[in-house]
């Protein structure tokens, strides 16, 4: 066979190979975390040089597997850990959907998958107590349930009941890969309860679960769960179309909020800012105080801060343009929520006026591309972040800017001295 021939024949038998794994139809069952090493040769067979960042992952949109609910933690020897799930028509997300674990031991330059966690989504990783955790639900709008790994992300502890790290025993949740966070004593968590009708949005009511720092975090019976606030549809005038995907941050006096984004028809785009007591059981909203611009704002974003100074930062997928901080609503031809080809820097003082500091990345193509779910961590003067990410590929690019076919690292560099661009 000529060498030209040959060189097609393999690549071929890797796209494959590739695509029937992504699919599920060729399952390799469960492998050592040495068999994820050989993965990154495959992802780079199927991926132009353009995609920004360094890929973690790649799924065709043809496997009707999308990627979603990227997440990053950072253990304690250094090594980082990101994890994605997957949505789609072939992921088994209503019923016991799928999470990949993957690890890098070179800041993030290069990564291999080291384990599969089987009924668990929406979640994100977090490393306390010499441990690592991820914490979500274990399927769309499911159970609230957290798992533990002591050997680095490679095998997880099993949620079977109140002791093991089931947290509800029944209802319906909502949740993304938000921060937890660690203030007076307490590990802090935002989630919704989806137990407000069937209507996206409107059935979320926000809220906030607690627990000791000291506790076993996969006893339930060491939680505390507040109460869950619903919208309203007339807020905004009206213009509030749900509430989701909040985040725990501490606010400038001290207090914990529960920040989330806002579903609206138009600009400026909006978060809510709900107020949880001490104690971890009341949320309160004042709805003519409790509304703040934030571009960026309908989409999933993550708040943390600065642990050098009093302000905030988020990375939130913006509408470009003049009007991404219109001081009043304009409508416009495609829902914000819709608008996920620019990541940009944003900055605060008070978590009431943003300010972009700087595009971080763009593609003029609105339909199939997108830059979200970022999460992201603070790794001295930098940024290290896992994107949801829509691009091109081989196989005809993602499905959509939503259904996304790359989870993607990146390493924004000097972050405090970005400014935005003219």
């Given at each position: 066979m000529p060498f030209m021939s040959l060189c097609r024949s393999v690549a071929e038998r890797r796209s494959r190979l590739w695509l029937l794994l992504s699919a599920g139809i060729l399952n390799p069952g469960p492998f050592p975390a040495a068999l994820g090493a050989i993965q990154p040769a495959a992802i780079q067979n199927q991926i132009p040089a353009n995609v920004p960042g360094v890929v973690i992952d790649h799924s065709p949109a043809a496997s009707g597997l999308y990627i979603g609910s990227p997440s990053i933690a950072v253990l304690t020897n250094g090594d980082y850990l990101a994890s994605h799930d997957f949505f789609g028509p072939n992921s088994?997300?209503?019923?016991?959907?799928?999470?990949?674990?993957f690890r890098s031991q070179d800041r993030g330059l290069s990564w291999r998958r080291v384990s599969e966690i089987q009924c668990q989504f929406w979640a994100n990783l977090f490393s306390h107590e010499g441990a690592v955790y991820i914490m979500g639900t274990d399927k769309h709008h499911g159970r609230i349930v957290i798992r533990r790994s002591t050997d680095g992300g490679v095998t997880w502890s099993e949620p079977r009941d109140s002791r093991s790290g089931l947290l509800t025993a029944s209802g319906q949740y909502h949740t993304a890969p938000v921060p937890v966070i660690e203030h007076n004593g307490r590990l802090w968590r935002g989630f919704e309860n989806a137990e407000g009708g069937t209507k996206w949005g409107e059935r979320y009511r926000a809220g906030m679960l607690s627990v000791s720092a000291e506790a076993d975090l996969l006893d339930a019976s060491n939680w505390t769960l507040s109460n869950f606030l619903p919208g309203n549809s007339s807020w905004l005038q009206p213009r509030f179309g749900g509430w989701l995907e909040g985040n725990a941050v501490v606010g400038t006096s001290g207090e914990i909020l529960d920040v989330l984004r806002v579903d609206t028809p138009g600009l400026p785009e909006k978060v809510a800012l709900i107020t949880i007591s001490p104690d971890g059981r009341q949320a309160a909203f004042a709805p003519a105080q409790g509304f703040a611009n934030l571009p960026g704002g309908a989409k999933k974003f993550t708040i943390r801060r600065d642990p050098r100074g009093n302000g905030y930062w988020t990375l939130a997928s913006i509408v470009p343009g003049p009007d991404s901080q219109a001081s009043t609503p304009k409508e416009e031809p495609q829902a914000p929520a819709s608008v996920r080809n620019t990541l940009a820097l944003l900055y605060s003082e008070n978590l009431r006026q943003w300010k972009i500091?700087?595009?971080?990345?763009?593609?003029?193509?609105?339909?199939?591309?997108?830059?979200?779910?970022?999460?992201?961590?603070?790794?001295?003067?930098?940024?290290?972040?896992?994107?949801?990410?829509?691009?091109?590929?081989?196989?005809?690019?993602?499905?959509s800017f939503h259904d996304a076919n790359f989870l993607t690292f990146h390493r924004f560099k000097n972050f405090r001295s970005l400014a935005a661009k003219p």
């Open positions: 088994k997300e209503f019923e016991c959907p799928r999470t990949w674990v500091r700087s595009i971080l990345l763009h593609h003029a193509d609105v339909a199939r591309h997108g830059f979200q779910y970022v999460d992201w961590l603070f790794d001295d003067d930098d940024l290290i972040a896992v994107c949801r990410t829509a691009y091109d590929d081989p196989a005809g690019g993602a499905h």
